[in-house]
């Protein structure tokens, strides 16, 4: 089945980087594109950046413009997503997630996110 | 960027309730409008996508609604395993936008 699993939790010190993994299996890696979305605590969804693994293009939220940085290993078919210059309000759960493609219709294609991975913890403290 | 608020932020329903939950974007997206539901500690799943067509495997009770800019989820009648809480998305630009969320809880 389609499934894309997560590294693990991280712990990380105010000015550091983490890096955080998500491989993908059950489908064609450089097919979809991956996105990343994070979630604060009792907070709602925030989209951070997508990438295209096939040509390794990529857009990111302008919040998170030149901290973020999302790259692929494509033969082992796993996107990583880099935020650097971490603080304290960086302390979420990140997630990636598949974005599939339907019909085309006037503005454009339509599209969403499914699969998502399970998640990845990362706490940001001094 | 493309504001959406869902309304209410929180509801109180009873198994075999029909609940609806509203989404309203700050312009036009046509039907690019995604919900998905999330329950503690889990990942967001799909359950609609293109406003109104249900994700595979997610029961019928589930359904959406809308274009443009006003949007709904409906559940025809809750069960214990929907008290969860639901967000919509907008998938029309890449500046991907969601709203807030709605808690669904047992009364």
């Known amino acids: 089945q389609v499934q894309l699993v997560q590294s693990g939790a991280e712990v990380k010190k105010p000015g550091a980087s983490v890096k955080v993994s998500c491989k993908a299996s059950g489908y064609t890696f450089t097919s979809y594109d991956i996105h990343w979305v994070r979630q604060a605590t009792g907070q709602g969804l925030e989209w951070m950046g997508w990438m295209n693994p096939n040509s390794g293009n990529t857009g990111y939220a302008q919040k998170f413009q030149g901290r973020v940085t999302i790259t692929r290993n494509t033969p082992i078919s796993t996107a990583y997503m880099e935020l650097s210059s971490l603080r304290s309000e960086d302390t979420a759960v990140y997630y990636c997630?598949?974005?599939?493609?339907?019909?085309?219709?006037?503005?454009?294609?339509?599209?969403?996110?499914?699969?998502w991975g399970q998640g990845t913890l990362v706490t940001v403290s001094s | 960027d493309i504001q959406m608020t869902q309304s209410p932020s929180s509801l109180s329903a009873s198994v075999g309730d029909r609940v609806t939950i509203t989404c309203r974007a700050s312009?036009?997206?046509?039907?690019?409008l995604n919900w998905y539901q999330q329950k503690p500690g889990k990942a967001p799943k799909l359950l609609i996508y293109?406003?109104?067509s249900l994700q595979s495997g997610v029961p019928s009770r589930f359904s959406g609604s809308g274009s443009g800019t006003d949007f709904t989820l409906t559940i025809s009648s809750l069960q214990p395993e929907d008290f969860a809480t639901y967000y919509c998305q907008q998938s029309y630009i890449t500046e991907y936008t969601f709203g807030q969320g709605t808690k669904l809880e047992i009364q």
């Open positions: 312009q036009s997206i046509s039907n690019f």
């Open positions: 293109a406003a109104s």
């Open positions: 997630a598949r974005r599939g493609l339907g019909a085309y219709t006037y503005g454009g294609v339509l599209n969403w996110f499914d699969p």
